[in-house]
Nanobody, 115 residues
């Protein structure tokens, strides 16, 4: 079983940056895929980015070139560096892990981009 705890959300002005972290219980080296999703008010949850164990990454078109996903297996932590944030990035951001055929989610961290 995997437990995920996100942190790093908050209020930021448009054009600013935030770094989200997702701390996992136990080692993440065996977790093949980890990612970040977000859900804005009144909208469905959507994929932001994912990374697989060999280091291959994928980003939603809306964040390409501005967001960067990374994982530190030694620290059992997943990161999302978000730069040049736009108001439409306002959402609850969730960490996801796929392991042993099951999906694991964190509780989410709120990001608000507003002046």
């Amino acid at each position: 079983q995997v437990q995920l705890v996100e942190s790093g959300g908050g209020l930021v002005q448009p054009g600013g940056s935030l770094r989200l972290s997702c701390a996992a219980s136990g080692s993440i080296s065996r977790i093949y895929s980890m990612g970040w999703y977000r859900q804005a008010p009144g909208k469905q949850r959507e994929l932001v980015a994912f990374i697989i164990s060999v280091g291959i990454t994928h980003y939603a078109d809306s964040v390409k070139g501005r967001f960067a996903i990374s994982r530190d297996n030694d620290k059992s932590t997943l990161y999302l560096q978000m730069n040049i944030l736009k108001p439409e990035a306002t959402a609850v951001y969730y960490c996801h892990a796929g392991f042993d055929g099951l999906d694991y989610w964190g509780q989410g961290t709120q990001v608000i981009v507003s002046s």
